[in-house]
Each structure stands twice: as structure tokens, then as C-alpha cells.
């Protein structure tokens, strides 16, 4: 069973720091990129950050400058660190397992998500 488990989240203010995890387990998960979205009420799933297997990164113009993706020596974990955070980054964050790309619909697994809550 293919599992995505995502850790980190909670409240901070903003101008603060955040540090997600993700963990995967079930299977071999060294050829897939590994991506992070994020979900505020009411708005569609946006993309974040991916890398790829080979520590290819791309992020989302909202967020670069701010955040950095990075994945552990093994491949099946991921990380998000989130510096001088701003209201407008509270969400719902997923991480997930798929291709090198932004569009979610190109991801196969999914975490249950960690909440960001940032304050002003």
C-alpha cells in the first residue's frame, strides 16, 4: 500500500519559518519526482515546488525566493522549507509522487495534508 504522510504544519506568524516533511512508503519511489501543492478554502489546488529524481527543482513564481524543496539522500522523503511566510501562504499542503511537472493531475500519490496557518 502506497502511503504519503505529510508533517510540519501549524501556525506561525508571518515573517516566520515552517519545515514540512513528507514520507513515503509502500514502494520505490526513487524514479518519481516529488511535488508539493497547497489548497486555501475555496480556491483550486496550486502548485509549489517539485524535484525531480535527479534534484531537477522548480518552483511556483509565488513562492521562489521563500521556499526551498529538497529530498532526503534515500528519494522517499521530501521536504519544504518555508522562510518569511505571509498570510496569503495559509493553506493546505499535499505533498505527492508523480512526473516533473506543476499539474497536479500528472501526480499518482497523494499525502492527507498538513495544515499552514500563517497570522498577520
Known amino acids: 500500500q502506497v502511503q504519503l504522510v505529510e508533517s510540519g504544519g501549524g501556525l506561525v506568524q508571518a515573517g516566520g519559518s515552517l519545515r514540512l516533511s513528507c514520507a513515503a512508503s509502500?514502494?520505490?519511489?526513487?524514479?518519481?519526482?516529488m511535488g508539493w501543492f497547497r489548497q486555501a478554502p475555496g480556491k483550486e489546488r496550486e502548485f509549489v515546488a517539485t524535484?525531480?529524481?535527479?534534484?531537477?527543482?522548480y518552483y511556483a513564481n509565488s513562492v521562489k525566493g521563500r521556499i526551498t524543496i529538497s529530498r532526503g539522500n534515500a528519494k522517499n522523503t521530501a521536504y519544504l522549507q518555508m522562510d518569511s511566510l505571509k498570510p496569503e501562504d495559509t493553506a493546505v499542503y499535499y505533498c505527492?509522487?508523480?512526473?516533473?511537472?506543476?499539474?497536479?493531475?500528472?501526480?499518482?500519490?497523494w499525502g492527507q495534508g498538513t495544515q499552514v496557518t500563517v497570522s498577520s
Open positions: 509502500g514502494r520505490t519511489f526513487s524514479r518519481n519526482a
Open positions: 505527492a509522487s508523480g512526473s516533473y511537472t506543476s499539474r497536479p493531475s500528472d501526480y499518482d500519490y
Open positions: 524535484i525531480s529524481w535527479s534534484d531537477t527543482i
